[in-house]
């Protein structure tokens, strides 16, 4: 069915018999995305606001995120094989609810609550929140292949689709979460915390009736794959998701800890100025992601993407952190100037290199088993992110910021590295 097609009402979906066309379904998906995106970038700032207007260190409120973090490289392992067995639906609806339960668990927190348990309670509930974001990313990022047309007669025109959907669902998540940043300050600021909680797992619940509609076997495997299909990958899977280990942990090193404590501590800048810059960078990112296919248009590459993108893109971002570094440490600039800057600039390269990235991983795998692989992949991905947030404060703490630009640039080096063992993709070797 053509891409253009209008779609059906909700009640028309209802009819017995009426199946989802692919846009139809991928609408669907990238709506409760959408929705679960706005609530996790709103809760993130809830959670930070919240917790440093009561007098948490920027450090103790990082470590409400770890089992965020931690839980969700087990949660993209595992989450990818249920999906291959019971189908996405069943994750998407999973993810989607457990969040609302991390969200009703939120509404009782009270300033009066002891330290220690107010930080075990968060952490319990971050952890919760964490599984359910990364089940339900998995789910929405595979759902794509499995509802992109096929077009055996033209693999060239069927991988662009597939880039240009990919594009546009992480370019509008990002810029999503970012808009979520701003979300959160404004309903913490509006009516409270707790009402805030609430609310939100209000509307996510509304977002999850949507998905209702979804057919139960998009993404399930024909053959109900064993537990040893986790590990069971192709050399391109398996390259591509240790560069992407290293490319999130080159951005969580400096980004997630270290660069709101120097906004903080080394430029004064307040707190809500510090949420707001990080939520307009996010955005930004997303729309640079979202756009990547029609700039690598603009700039005469009509083919989709493939190893040597991978290359390029990640050689221009490893000088990135090297040269705010530099510019800090030899005072060629006011350190804000280099900052922003540079940050603005890593932002459109490392959205250039994320976008190719999540286009790869589908590239690499068949419909039938991508959940498995996405799994896997993004199990890659929260293990990095987790890696840049334990070396983000550690690193701070003994070399401030340039310690933490210098070891970005690192792991964007070692990601390089990694991208020249990458094996072109099956499709695009046939195409």
Same mark, same amino acid.
């Given at each position: ?21 692919? @846009? ?7 709506? =409760? ?5 706005? $609530? ?21 409120? *990082? ?10 490289? %087990?949660? =993209? ?11 996405? !639906? ?16 939120? %509404? ?24 359910? #974001?990364?089940?339900? #990313? ?22 662009? /689709? ?12 990002? *810029? ?17 915390? =707790?009402?805030? +909680?609430?609310?939100?797992? *209000? ?5 999850? @009736? ?33 560069? !992407? ?19 903080? /501590? ?22 640079? /992601? ?10 005469? /590459? ?15 971002? $490893?000088? %990135?952190? *090297? ?15 280099? +900052? ?33 692989? +996405? ?5 890659? =991905? ?44 099956? !499709?695009?070797?046939?195409?």
């Amino acid at each position: 069915m053509s891409s253009d097609q209008p779609p059906a009402s909700i009640e028309a979906m209802h009819k017995p018999g009426r199946a989802l066309s692919a @846009l139809q379904q991928y609408a669907i998906v990238t709506a =409760n995305y959408w929705a679960f995106t706005l $609530t996790d970038g709103a809760l993130r700032m809830l959670v930070v606001f919240h917790f440093h207007a009561l007098g948490y260190s920027t450090l103790e409120i *990082a470590f409400l995120f770890l089992f965020y973090e931690f839980f969700g490289i %087990i949660t =993209n392992l595992y989450g990818g094989w249920l999906g291959a067995r019971f189908g996405l !639906r069943l994750t998407l609806w999973s993810g989607t609810l457990m969040q609302v339960a991390a969200l009703l668990m939120l %509404i009782p927190v009270a300033d009066s609550w002891p330290k220690w348990w107010s930080v075990a309670y968060v952490m319990v509930a971050q952890a919760l929140s964490g599984i359910a #974001k990364d089940l339900n #990313k998995m789910s929405a990022k595979s759902a794509i292949k499995t509802v992109v047309p096929e077009t055996p007669e033209d693999h060239s025109q069927g991988e662009n /689709q597939l880039f240009q959907w990919v594009a546009i669902l992480t370019g509008s998540k990002n *810029a999503l979460k970012g808009v979520g940043f701003f979300l959160g300050g404004v309903l913490l600021t509006t009516i409270g915390f =707790n009402a805030a +909680v609430g609310a939100m797992a *209000a509307g996510l619940f509304l977002a999850f @009736l949507l998905t209702l509609v979804l057919p139960a076997e998009i993404g399930r495997m024909k053959q109900k794959p064993g537990f040893t299909a986790l590990f069971s990958k192709s050399a391109g899977i398996n390259i591509l998701s240790l560069a !992407r280990f290293f490319l999130f942990g080159a951005r969580d090193v400096w980004f997630v800890v270290a660069l709101p404590v120097f906004l903080q /501590q080394a430029l004064g800048w307040r707190f809500w100025e510090v949420g707001g810059f990080m939520g307009l960078w996010v955005i930004g990112y997303g729309i640079v /992601q979202g756009s990547a296919p029609a700039l690598r248009r603009s700039w005469g /590459q009509s083919g989709p993407p493939g190893v040597g993108a991978v290359e390029f893109w990640s050689a221009l971002l $490893t000088a %990135i952190p *090297a040269l705010i570094a530099i510019a800090l440490w030899r005072e060629v600039a006011h350190p804000a100037v280099a +900052v922003v800057v540079g940050l603005a600039a890593f932002g459109v390269v490392f959205a250039m290199n994320s976008s190719i990235h999540s286009y790869m991983i589908l590239a690499y795998t068949e419909a039938e088993d991508v959940s498995l692989n +996405v799994g896997f992949y993004y199990m890659a =991905n929260a293990a990095g992110r987790l890696l840049g947030t334990v070396l983000s404060g550690a690193l701070f703490l003994v070399g401030g910021l340039q310690a933490c630009l210098w070891c970005s640039a690192l792991l964007v080096g070692l990601a390089f590295a990694a991208s020249t063992r990458l094996p072109t993709p099956p !499709r695009h070797a046939t195409g």
